[in-house]
């Protein structure tokens, strides 16, 4: 629901920066969508570089399982 508000929100904003500024407002509009758009990109790589710092240990006993079953699963067919 907030994001149909949000979106009307941006589409009456825009009309009206395009109504005063004719298409200086696109180019703005663009400048800050590709802004946007790139921060997004610099913050999934921030995100993905500290994951991979991380050490996931695994449960050795699940695994086991897990693998204990795709080898009986193969077994049976």
Wanted: aromatic share 6%.
């Amino acid at each position: 629901m907030k994001l149909t508000i949000y979106i009307l929100m941006g589409i009456t904003a825009s009309l009206i920066a395009f109504l005063a500024l004719g298409d200086l407002a696109i180019i703005i509009g663009f400048g800050v969508l590709i802004g946007v758009l790139i921060r997004g990109l610099i913050v999934l790589n921030e995100v993905n570089n500290r994951l991979k710092g991380h050490d996931f240990k695994l449960d050795k006993e699940k695994t086991a399982k897990e693998k204990y079953i795709e080898e009986r699963d193969l077994d049976v067919q």
